[in-house]
């Protein structure tokens, strides 16, 4: 069982930019890979970003490569998303998901443990 807590979303301007973290319970988060979605008003989730276990391979959804960087500490049992040069439809939930499957996949229904997101709204 893994319980995720995301943390770190807010209120910026254009340009700006935010870091977010998730944070995960359990002695077993090294053997997770981690993603991060999000899901804009009106809009379905849609995949971001994934991080491998070691943290050595990485996948970001065309609209953020460049600006985005996903990272994790497993020794602090975080995975985090740095955004930087935010923009208007950046804004929306972001949620951290948990995937046992070292098979790299952004479907939503792959990943197994899910925190219950942060808001983030990039103002113009």
């Known amino acids: 069982q893994v319980q995720l807590v995301e943390s770190g979303g807010g209120l910026v301007q254009a340009g700006g930019s935010l870091r977010l973290s998730c944070a995960a319970s359990g002695r077993t988060f090294s053997r997770y890979a981690m993603a991060w979605f999000r899901q804009a008003p009106g809009k379905e989730r849609e995949f971001v970003s994934r991080i491998n276990w070691s943290g050595g391979s990485t996948y970001y959804v065309d609209s953020v490569k460049g600006r985005f960087t996903i990272s994790r500490d497993n020794a602090k049992n975080t995975v985090y998303l740095q955004m930087n040069s935010l923009k208007p439809e950046d804004t929306g939930v972001y949620y951290c998901?948990?995937?046992?499957?070292?098979?790299?996949?952004?479907?939503?229904?792959?990943?197994?443990?899910w925190g219950l997101g942060t808001q983030v709204t990039v103002s113009s």
């Open positions: 998901a948990a995937d046992r499957s070292p098979v790299v996949t952004g479907t939503e229904s792959a990943y197994e443990y």
